[in-house]
């Protein structure tokens, strides 16, 4: 028989206490392991073959939960320009977070890159910037972090704010730069330490996805941000959440046995559509019987989904507009549909912005 809210509501919260792993901690079992780093292998060979910039699919995804409480001041129109706004400073943040690790690590290649605290509060502040369903500029959190699961249980981040959560993120940024545990492991153990801390008000599994991502990247296991844990995670939210309450509880094998298997479905799931995104460019050079210019312009959508004359005039051999325009006319490549004067590969946003789906089973 169903509770009433009230005796829900009653439920004590469950304290959540933060993950502290071992410099060599190993959490990931090996056949979990193996997989995922196949998996990697495989996206990365087809990245290899078929992209020129790794992280083209790292694109803006409009978030489709929203706190009505939040946008109760904005019109229907409003609201959905900020939440695109949004989407588009997640995607630059991101691009920023990634690029600024692999500048890092060609500086400093014996160093593990982590954000030290400082420039994880201004990561997150980016991730949050002009989103209209999280109030304020991002940064720490000056209360105590409690999460609602939606069977009523109630759990509470022992982690105060202040001095308290400002002392655990130093640790965090510490265990970061001095880890020895394998890189799968590493990164599994850095994100579930910083969902367990909880220091933000808002945003706390966006931001600690996107590092663990950062993590694959400066480990060289992922060439760019090219994995959708997003979408993986939505759609396995109570396992997710139940695996992250087990680390805090000092068992951290499912969480690792669960990261392990996020990154394998989303690295298939990618790996087939970065195939699909090549097949589609072989498809359309195919059609150009041989012409050089069309080759290189049609070849440039390896690094951008979309064209326009200015920006391939120094990335080509040719003068862009006559082959642009015989691309044209010939269907090969159409007007995009928010950018005036630029064009695209007809079905290019589509497999761009495929979402995850888990596999049939």
């Not at 790292?58 to 939960?65: A, E, W």
């Not at 990164?187 to 663990?212: E, I, K, S």
């Not at 090549?278 to 050089?292: N, P, S, V, Y």
């Not at 049609?298 to 003068?319: G, K, Q, Y």
Request: hydrophobic residues 45%; glycine residues 6%; neutral net charge.
């Amino acid at each position: 028989m169903p509770r009433h809210p009230s005796e829900l509501a009653a439920r004590p919260a469950t304290p959540v206490v933060p993950v502290v792993p071992l410099l060599d901690a190993e959490v990931i079992p090996g056949p979990a392991r193996a997989a995922a780093l196949a998996a990697l292998a495989a996206l990365t060979a087809a990245v290899r073959r078929h992209l020129g910039d790794p992280d083209l699919f790292h694109r803006p995804r409009y978030r489709t939960k929203a706190h009505h409480r939040h946008l109760a001041g904005l019109t229907g129109e409003q609201a959905t320009a900020r939440i695109a706004e949004a989407a588009e400073a997640r995607a630059a943040a991101g691009l920023l977070a990634v690029h600024s690790v692999r500048a890092e690590r060609a500086e400093r290649p014996d160093r593990r890159p982590c954000f030290t605290p400082d420039a994880l509060a201004e990561l997150h502040g980016l991730l949050v910037a002009a989103d209209p369903n999280i109030p304020g500029t991002g940064g720490f959190r000056n209360a105590t972090a409690r999460v609602n699961w939606p069977d009523g249980r109630r759990f509470v981040m022992t982690v105060r704010p202040g001095r308290d959560l400002r002392d655990h993120v130093r640790r965090w940024y510490a265990w970061g730069t001095r880890t020895t545990s394998p890189p799968l492991d590493a990164a599994a153990l850095g994100m579930v330490r910083l969902l367990t801390v909880h220091p933000f008000p808002d945003a706390n599994g966006r931001t600690a996805r996107l590092l663990a991502e950062c993590d694959l990247v400066a480990a060289g296991l992922l060439p760019g941000l090219l994995l959708d844990l997003e979408g993986w995670t939505e759609r396995h939210r109570a396992e997710h959440d139940r695996a992250v309450v087990a680390a805090a509880q000092g068992r951290l094998a499912p969480w690792g046995e669960l990261f392990a298997r996020t990154v394998t479905d989303t690295a298939r799931h990618r790996t087939a559509t970065v195939e699909t995104y090549g097949a589609l460019i072989d498809a359309a050079i195919a059609r150009t019987d041989g012409d050089a210019a069309e080759t290189a312009v049609l070849n440039c959508l390896r690094t951008a989904p979309a064209l326009s004359a200015p920006w391939l005039h120094d990335r080509i051999p040719h003068d862009p507009a006559p082959p642009l325009d015989r691309l044209r006319t010939a269907g090969i490549l159409t007007p995009h549909p928010c950018l005036p004067g630029a064009l695209i590969h007809p079905q290019a946003l589509a497999v761009l912005d495929t979402p995850y789906e888990d596999p049939p089973p």
